[in-house]
């Protein structure tokens, strides 16, 4: 197949600027309901479009065409951002006022963002992958847990928080980008594994080898032990807890928690129940050898990790949230160093796991002998 599909998908992409200008531009636009029918017209057009368009070299993979209608969204959410903080106007009002206002506040204007621009690469790459025949599938992990994780936060954020009051029929539109993940991962966890070619003795030597000969496991062990650690103080103070640390971190440290809109909260809640377990599960991987679930686990959770931290930081210093919520100057350096650790920490693990899988490999024999008896 060649790349005329991928091109095709590109050039859509892009031509969510001049159709945002359009219908922004259109009389009548003014309504809930005619924002959400013109959101779903949109979303069924690309559809069509895009078959049309990829002609005789039409992709295999059913995939490419969620990538590429996800792609032009992703273009539409960085309109979206830039008009928020006042970069550009007249794309995204009618949208922002009848379709989704929620995105108007900083936890929103930052998701945007983050779809964009890193989710936007994402897409970008994984549509190259299938007109090219490449294996996508880390890539296609690390956005699941990437988008998972903002959409987990952004519904639930919205439904319980002071935005619940000002939801739209437009908010529907995001059951595509709840269905549509769960199929993608289901068949993307199904494609077959692209591994660095190693013999079973290298692999034999690599899981005999002690942890104390093993540095950098050691040192994202240390890392694991202080996100647990993290993630249970701001659980703790997501939950009203009433000790004296937990007041003083609130107010003192990250006073973010106590904003209305319920995004850091939920953000927090959301780190507890599904983070704190797989952390646990984490170290015993970089204990027990065998564990080929680390492979997989540890990049949708490095997607998760560094999507939840991108908008909580900058949300937590975005001028569009309250002074009195945005972190203390006195606190910002500590602030900043304790997130920064817990992102790139969640990044360096699955880049261990991904470029010196064999500790983590199962049912390897441990010796050529034993290969051959296995062969024979």
């Known amino acids: 197949?060649?790349?005329?599909?991928g091109i095709a998908a590109?050039?859509?992409?892009?031509?969510?600027?001049?159709?945002?200008?359009?219908?922004?531009?259109?009389?009548?636009?003014?309504?809930?309901?005619?924002?959400?029918?013109?959101?779903?017209?949109?979303?069924?057009?690309?559809?069509?479009?895009?078959?049309l368009l990829a002609g005789g070299s039409r992709p295999?993979?059913?995939?490419?065409?969620?990538?590429?209608?996800?792609?032009?969204?992703?273009?539409?959410?960085?309109?979206i951002s830039l008009e928020q903080d006042g970069y550009?106007?007249?794309?995204?009002?009618?949208?922002?006022?009848?379709?989704?206002?929620?995105?108007?506040?900083?936890?929103?204007?930052?998701?945007?963002?983050?779809?964009?621009?890193?989710?936007?690469v994402l897409y970008?790459?994984?549509?190259?992958?299938?007109?090219?025949?490449?294996?996508?599938?880390?890539?296609?992990?690390?956005?699941?847990?990437?988008?998972?994780?903002?959409l987990i936060t952004l519904l639930l954020g919205t439904s319980v928080?002071?935005?619940?009051?000002?939801?739209r029929p437009a908010f529907l539109l995001n059951i595509p980008y709840v269905l549509l993940p769960i199929w993608a991962g289901k068949k993307i966890v199904g494609s077959p594994r692209s591994l660095p070619s190693a013999s079973a003795d290298q692999v034999a030597k690599e899981q005999t080898r002690w942890l104390y000969r093993r540095p950098l496991d050691v040192c994202l062990m240390v890392y694991l032990a202080f996100a647990i650690m993290y993630t249970l103080l701001r659980g703790f103070v997501a939950l009203d807890?009433?000790?004296?640390?937990?007041?003083?971190?609130?107010?003192?440290?990250?006073?973010?928690?106590?904003?209305p809109v319920m995004y850091p909260r939920i953000q927090m809640l959301v780190n507890m129940f599904y983070l704190l377990p797989f952390f646990g599960l984490a170290l015993y991987g970089l204990i027990v050898p065998g564990c080929a679930w680390m492979l997989d686990i540890t990049l949708v959770f490095a997607g998760a990790i560094a999507q939840a931290q991108f908008a909580h930081v900058?949300?937590?210093?975005?001028?569009?949230?309250?002074?009195?919520?945005?972190?203390p100057n006195n606190a910002l350096s500590d602030f900043l160093y304790a997130n920064t650790i817990f992102a790139i920490g969640a990044q360096l693990l699955a880049l261990r796991c991904a470029i010196c899988p064999g500790f983590f490999l199962k049912g390897v024999p441990r010796n050529s002998q034993e290969m051959e008896k296995k062969v024979n």
């Not at 219908?23 to 949109?42: K, M, R, T």
């Not at 807890?241 to 904003?259: I, N």
């Open 124 to 150: 970008l790459t994984m549509i190259g992958a299938i007109t090219l025949g490449w294996n996508y599938r880390s890539v296609g992990l690390y956005w699941l847990g990437s988008l998972m994780m903002s």
């Open 161 to 167: 928080g002071k935005f619940g009051s000002e939801i």
């Open 60 to 79: 295999k993979d059913p995939l490419f065409y969620v990538f590429a209608v996800f792609s032009f969204t992703s273009v539409i959410d960085l309109v």
């Open 1 to 5: 197949m060649g790349p005329g599909a």
């Open 314 to 327: 900058g949300a937590s210093l975005h001028p569009r949230t309250s002074f009195t919520y945005r972190v």
């Open 241 to 259: 807890c009433s000790l004296d640390f937990c007041d003083t971190y609130k107010y003192d440290q990250e006073p973010y928690l106590l904003d």
């Open 88 to 120: 550009i106007k007249g794309f995204m009002t009618f949208y922002m006022k009848e379709g989704e206002p929620y995105l108007r506040s900083a936890y929103g204007i930052l998701i945007c963002y983050w779809d964009g621009t890193v989710h936007y």
């Open 10 to 51: 590109f050039l859509l992409s892009l031509s969510a600027v001049p159709v945002s200008h359009l219908i922004n531009s259109l009389p009548g636009v003014d309504s809930p309901e005619v924002v959400f029918a013109a959101g779903a017209a949109v979303l069924l057009g690309l559809f069509l479009v895009l078959y």
